[in-house]
Nanobody
């Protein structure tokens, strides 16, 4: 059984930094795309950043470009999100997402979410 477990959320003041981590575990044959999404209260879930298996192709939402950096460690099956210059509008539950092949087909997996609150 494949699981994604996030860590690193919390409360931070505007302008501060946080680093989110996500570890995939279980019977994993291959991980393709990995990404972070977020969902603020009363809003839909949005893509924050994504990274492909080769780690040389990344994509960011316009609202976080220049402030957030996504990275992954293929040997450890982890993906991280370094968040700098945080703003109150970054407050949301952040979800890890990964396209994983456990047996024969790729399936989309989600973590349980971690709360990030940016407030003074």
């Amino acid at each position: 059984q494949v699981q994604l477990v996030e860590s690193g959320g919390g409360l931070v003041q505007p302008g501060g930094s946080l680093r989110l981590s996500c570890a995939a575990s279980g019977s994993i044959a291959k991980i393709n795309n990995m990404a972070w999404y977020r969902q603020a209260p009363g809003k839909g879930r949005e893509l924050v950043a994504s990274i492909f298996s080769s780690s040389d192709s990344t994509n960011y939402a316009d609202s976080v470009k220049g402030r957030f950096t996504i990275s992954r460690d293929n040997a450890k099956n982890t993906v991280s999100l370094q968040m700098n210059s945080l703003k109150p509008e970054d407050t949301a539950v952040y979800y890890c997402n990964a396209l994983i092949r456990a047996t024969t087909v790729f399936r989309n997996y989600w973590g349980q979410g971690t709360q990030v609150t940016v407030s003074s």
